[in-house]
């Protein structure tokens, strides 16, 4: 067959790529691929502010916490195979394509289970875990690929496949089955610890593989950002219904002081998460990839979860809400405190080591959040309230920029020192 009559993205031999490929970087697909994850991401977050906005909290979290999960394990498989085997070709594009049709089948399930969550009845998970399933099946054949065409990972890809096949039937049994709630919440626990397991039984962490530090410390900045993106979102849900006057230009105090803390708070907690090399402390520390890729899940929901308060506090100030001022403000506080301690604690784990500063600037900002909390039940407006939440990431902000990075610095080095 002469060269004018092949493919343009023929298929090429899945056997592994460089760890140390110079320039490395997120290819359309994979930017493609997040903005599937973004409607994910954002129907789980409306959901959860209009339940909680309704006063039902703890299933509004327990809602929350089971779509997040789902949501970060999917991207978080797709992200590391891509990171060691991305191709590129016809047939790589093809299965990443049914992976997005399973997101989204699964962000349309959401609604459905959420709504479930707060009826307190069956628990519908039928629609969430076809488009789970289908995302898991399409990694899969991915990893069959790889088993066929790398004979270095064959073990390692047939385990993934094992492992992976037999937690998807699992799901599919707590999808269809009819079973007591207690029933199904076990079961979820167990499959949970499966699926985060699987990177032990498979490879022993996530050393198996040929992922690509820089790579996949870009890719995880990418989703940090798309995440932030529902800040912006919650932010314009909450200041949208609080403009007055036909036109919608008389601005209200409250309104500015929404935008003000709602885009103020996603740019300092954007600010944050990029003052951590975390390319660079994965190049240093590649036996702790599985921390770092699993500890973002507790960090991811703390994102959308800030932006899902920021909607809810919108909701209150709208009169469209049942908490108290003290609640309102707490679903924002909460998840704003889980996204700063987690980056706090994902840098202490990856570099094994805590640093006074550090603990200096986590109890500055944990006493500032509390702070706020505490004036809104003093009776402070909550718009000003929403505005001491804003300055939360700003404690760690001031705090790197002034001595943080170079102490950082120092701790950079002394994992290039022999011993480390």
Not at 74 to 84: K, N, V
Not at 86 to 112: E, K, N, S
Not at 209 to 229: D, Q, S
Not at 384 to 411: D, F, K, N, S, W
């Amino acid at each position: 067959m002469s060269n004018r009559a092949k493919p343009a993205h023929r298929l090429v031999p899945m056997t592994g790529r460089d760890p140390e490929e110079p320039g490395r970087v997120s290819s359309p697909l994979e930017l493609l691929f997040d903005l599937t994850f973004v409607v994910a991401v954002g129907t789980a977050a409306s959901q959860l502010a209009e339940m909680l906005a309704g006063g039902h909290a703890t299933q509004a979290i327990t809602a929350f916490v089971l779509a997040m999960f789902a949501i970060c394990v999917a991207w978080i498989s797709f992200t590391w195979f891509a990171s060691a085997f991305g191709t590129d070709d016809w047939l790589y594009r093809v299965l990443t394509m049914l992976q997005m049709i399973g997101v989204v089948v699964f962000a349309l399930g959401l609604p459905a289970m959420f709504h479930s969550v707060e009826e307190g009845g069956r628990l519908e998970l039928r629609a969430m875990v076809i488009g789970y399933v289908v995302m898991r099946i399409a990694m899969v054949l991915q990893w069959w690929r790889a088993a066929r065409q790398s004979p270095s990972f064959h073990q390692v890809g047939m385990a993934n496949i094992r492992w992976t096949v037999i937690a998807q039937a699992g799901w599919i049994v707590v999808g269809f089955v009819e079973l007591p709630l207690a029933a199904v919440f076990t079961a979820f626990v167990v499959l949970a610890i499966l699926e985060l397991a699987l990177p032990l039984l498979t490879q022993g962490g996530a050393g198996g593989t040929p992922w690509h530090p820089h790579h996949v410390a870009e890719r995880y900045g990418l989703f940090a950002i798309i995440t932030l993106g529902e800040g912006v979102v919650g932010t314009v849900a909450s200041s949208g219904d609080l403009l007055g006057g036909p036109n919608g230009t008389d601005w209200s105090g409250n309104a500015v002081a929404v935008v003000v803390a709602g885009v103020g708070l996603t740019f300092g907690m954007w600010w944050v998460y990029f003052a951590v090399p975390f390319g660079d402390i994965l190049a240093r520390r590649r036996g702790r990839g599985y921390v770092f890729g699993y500890g973002h899940i507790l960090l991811f929901m703390g994102i959308a979860g800030s932006g899902a308060g920021l909607h809810v506090a919108g909701l209150d100030l709208e009169h469209h809400s049942n908490l108290g001022p003290a609640a309102v403000v707490l679903s924002l506080a909460v998840p704003v405190g889980l996204y700063l301690l987690m980056v706090y604690l994902l840098h202490i784990l990856l570099l094994t080591t805590a640093d006074r500063l550090h603990l200096l600037l986590i109890s500055l900002t944990l006493a500032l959040l509390t702070v706020a909390v505490l004036l809104s039940t003093a009776g402070v407006p909550i718009a000003a309230c929403l505005l001491v939440v804003m300055l939360a990431p700003y404690v760690t902000v001031i705090g790197y920029e002034t001595i943080g990075h170079r102490h950082q610095q120092h701790m950079l080095k002394n994992l290039d020192s022999p011993g480390s």
